[in-house]
């Protein structure tokens, strides 16, 4: 499961920049997730992609938070107007599918530091 | 709302001492149920997973963990841990299809 690569892997922002963060899934791989992990708790899931569709954003904030997956190129989590409180460790995962017997592969994470 | 609970939050053991990490979760309904470890600095890695049959599973590293549904746990074990298996335990329960539910993880510890 290495595979899924996730870059950068410390990203540093001050208050109010943007901060973007890139998954590529692993090879034949289609379904891109989004946890976010906050200081002592556990990953939640933000958002479920694949190609060129967001099918479940429940877990995302509703402001300054976008995800996509282009049809070229890798999954993009973008935080605009970062605040201290978006400071966390970011994991993409990857499956082939969405079948319940499936497995979702995790990436090494983007830890973002908002200053 | 579902959650899963992982009571030991930080486990020190020295080197041959037999580990069990416990997990509870709260959905009563089919659940698929993992266990990722997450070394220092890499990412998270598959140790073992259940989805149906025998509720005793097998992982890599000579970790098992049992599936006790009267209980909702799915408790990790290994009879033996080593210096390496310092780590970061994580137990998930997948909600429906893809919306996997993490616990808070365990922060093991071997001396060596």
């Known amino acids: 499961n290495a595979g899924v690569m996730q870059n950068p892997r410390h990203l540093v922002r001050r208050r109010g920049q943007e901060a973007r963060l890139r998954c590529s899934p692993m090879?034949?791989?289609?379904?891109v997730y989004w946890y976010r992990q906050l200081p002592e708790e556990g990953l939640k899931f933000m958002v479920y992609?694949?190609?060129?569709?967001?099918?479940?954003e429940s877990g995302m904030p509703k402001e300054r938070f976008s995800a996509e997956f282009p049809k070229e190129g890798p999954s993009i989590l973008r935080i605009q107007q970062v605040v201290r409180g978006d400071s966390a460790a970011y994991f993409c995962a990857s499956s082939s599918d969405r079948l319940r017997t499936d497995t979702q592969y995790f990436g090494p994470g983007t830890r973002l530091t908002v200053l | 709302a579902q959650s899963v609970s992982q009571h030991n939050h930080h486990v020190i053991l020295s080197e041959a001492a037999s580990l069990e990490l416990g997990c509870n979760y709260s959905y009563g309904g089919t659940v698929n149920l993992f266990w990722y470890v997450q070394y220092p600095g890499q990412h998270l890695q598959l140790l073992l997973k259940?989805?149906?049959?025998?509720?005793l599973v097998k992982g890599i590293k000579g970790f098992e963990a049992e599936f006790i549904k009267s209980k909702f746990s799915f408790n990790l074990r290994k009879p033996s841990v080593q210096w390496s298996d310092t780590a970061e335990y994580f137990c998930?329960?997948?909600?429906?299809?893809?919306?996997?539910?993490f616990g808070t993880g365990t922060r093991l510890k071997v001396l060596a």
């Open positions: 259940y989805f149906s049959g025998d509720p």
């Open positions: 992609l694949q190609k060129e569709n967001i099918i479940d």
């Open positions: 090879k034949g791989h289609s379904h």
């Open positions: 998930a329960v997948a909600q429906g299809t893809y919306k996997y539910i």
